[in-house]
């Protein structure tokens, strides 16, 4: 096992054993002491999955090599990989994904592997932790890691270069290789924006749903109190009828506006998502039968030019690519709202005292610094969002035109 | 032989459309599965077959059928590897997250 690893299980045994003698000392007398402290052991085990990288194995070349030879190697078995500096994010199934890292070894490279999740994964890990209490997460959280693990030994290890990368060949083989690199990354990229706006649309449907029973009761009430005279209210159906009519007047053009939007866009992403697989099948398996693209270049220089709508739309799916911000604005807005039913309560229900009109008001301003610090930090995940869509469109039509450009004077130079 | 207006300057994926069927297909090609596969009227075939013959990224062979088959160079395959690192090196820089 390596140092590293030892140490992070060693520190999060003595953080746990820390918290449970903590724990064991002020509430040992009661009973709820045994929940917090299995609660204490299941979190720290939680993260440990997904913070510990175990070591896999030696391979010949230098970090970089190893692992461009390495994305390569995966994309050709249509893995969806990205490239991240000194480490691949691959993934596995819809739910789990490796990272593989390489360090430097002499003229070798060390190659670590790690547990992790797709965005869809992490989701779904939140949830099971959130209404779970950190226990139900933990099957699902070590089902990562041997997947991670299985996929690790069986599928990364034998692909590993032993004795030398090979140097890339002027030849079939290398103007393959990279058409198949280009096609995975556009796949890659038009799959994540597709995968990211249809999880939007299915959003949207589940706030509208939610909002539409919410409104219904609203409706309800408000009519069965307002009412309470009227004729309306000798005929109950009048009273279903109506908070019905209402929600549904309100729901359809909301549906209709839903949709009229993800739609086409859901539709595009997939259509390209399609293509891009269905060439880069036929790629790998090197077939050469005539197709309805008409060249796998013409079809990776079209797909480049969508490459700014994908990015924008995978960044739109902001909780999962920024998770702890986000998680860190909804536990700030259910404390705030829940120090202002604390303040209510103590002002309103406790007998009246200075000293509880103080508690009061400190719990409100309390209260409003979170809600202030969701703002702002809400504000400048927003700003830095804009910031980058509009940095990400400017550089990339730029590389697209520096491309064309050294691509016409070399044809003009033959 | 090849006869037609001469291409003053070629599009540059009609050409990537040519020398990759020809990559592809790895041995000397009829003319008219060229011209099919590359989706192009027989006048431009012609223009751009004269082009890519003129900077010899192709070459014309007789076979023993008496069907003139257009076969990929040297130059040729290099010059559409060429193409296809420089697309690729536009995705191999880091994308924005």
């Known amino acids: 096992m390596r140092r590293n690893n030892l140490l ?84 596995i199934t819809p739910l789990v994904a490796v990272k593989v890292h390489a360090v430097a070894d002499g ?40 997947k ?14 032993k004795g030398g990368i090979p140097r ?11 058409l198949i690199d280009s096609l995975s990354e556009g796949h890659r990229l038009a799959a994540e924006a597709y995968e990211a706006t249809q999880s939007r649309y299915e959003d949207r449907w589940l706030i509208l749903g939610c909002g539409a029973v919410f409104l219904w009761m609203i409706a309800l009430v408000t009519l069965s ?9 000798r005929n109950p159906a009048y009273l279903l009828i109506i908070p019905s ?39 790998t398996v090197h077939e050469t039968t005539e197709s309805p693209e008409s060249s796998a270049f013409e079809l990776i220089a079209q797909a480049y030019r969508q ?30 709202v829940l120090l202002v039913m604390f303040a209510i309560i103590l002002y309103s229900f406790l007998i009246w005292s200075f000293g509880l009109l103080i508690w009061s008001l400190v719990l409100l301003i309390g209260a409003a610094a979170l809600i202030g610090f969701c703002y702002l930090l809400y504000f400048r995940l927003r700003g830095r969002a804009n910031e980058e869509g509009s940095r990400t469109l400017k550089d990339w039509n730029y590389r697209l035109d520096v491309m064309h450009q050294k691509m016409v004077k070399y044809l003009e130079e033959l | 032989m090849v006869d037609a207006l001469p291409l003053e300057r070629p599009d540059l994926y009609v050409l990537a459309r040519h020398l990759e069927r020809l990559w592809r297909e790895n041995e000397p090609m009829l003319k008219t599965r060229l011209q099919v596969a590359a989706n192009v009227n027989y006048d431009v075939f012609n223009r751009y077959l004269s082009w890519m013959l003129d900077r010899n990224l192709v070459a014309l062979e007789n076979s023993e059928d008496g069907h003139e088959r257009v076969v990929l160079t040297a130059k040729g395959r290099e010059a559409y590897l060429k193409l296809v690192q420089w697309i690729n090196e536009v995705i191999k820089e880091e994308l924005p997250k």
């Not at chain 1, 994964?121 to 990562?144: E, I, N, R, S």
Request: charged content about 20%; aromatic content about 12%.
């Open chain 1, 8 to 91: 992070k299980i060693v520190s999060a045994t003595l953080v746990n054993v820390a918290l449970i003698a903590l724990i064991v000392k002020y509430a040992g007398s009661n009973l709820n002491f045994l929940f917090y402290a299995v609660f204490f052991i299941f979190v720290t085990l939680w993260g440990l999955i997904f913070y510990i990288i175990p070591r896999l194995d030696t391979a010949t070349g230098t970090p970089k090599e190893v692992l461009q030879d390495l994305a390569h190697r995966l994309r050709s078995a249509r893995y969806r990989v990205t490239e991240e500096p000194g480490r691949l994010s691959i993934q």
């Open chain 1, 107 to 146: 003229a070798n490279s060390e190659i670590l592997y790690q547990a992790d999740a797709t965005p869809e994964g992490w989701t779904l890990l939140v949830v099971l932790f959130l209404f779970g209490d950190g226990f139900a997460g933990f099957p699902m959280a070590l089902y990562h890691f041997i």
């Open chain 1, 148 to 161: 991670a693990r299985r996929f690790a030994e069986d599928q990364l290890r034998p692909q590993l270069p």
């Open chain 1, 168 to 178: 890339a060949k002027v030849g079939a083989g290398d103007i393959r290789d990279r």
């Open chain 1, 225 to 233: 109190v307002g009412l309470q005279d009227s004729i309306l209210a």
């Open chain 1, 245 to 283: 009519a209402i929600t549904i007047a309100i729901l359809v053009p909301s549906v209709w506006s839903t949709r009229k939007w993800f739609k086409p866009r859901i539709d595009d992403y997939r259509e390209w998502a399609d293509r891009l697989r269905k060439a880069l099948e036929k790629e």
């Open chain 1, 307 to 336: 490459v700014p709508t994908w990015l924008e739309a995978r960044r739109k799916g902001s909780f999962s690519r920024e998770p702890g911000a986000w998680m860190l604005i909804f536990t700030c807005a259910i404390i705030a």
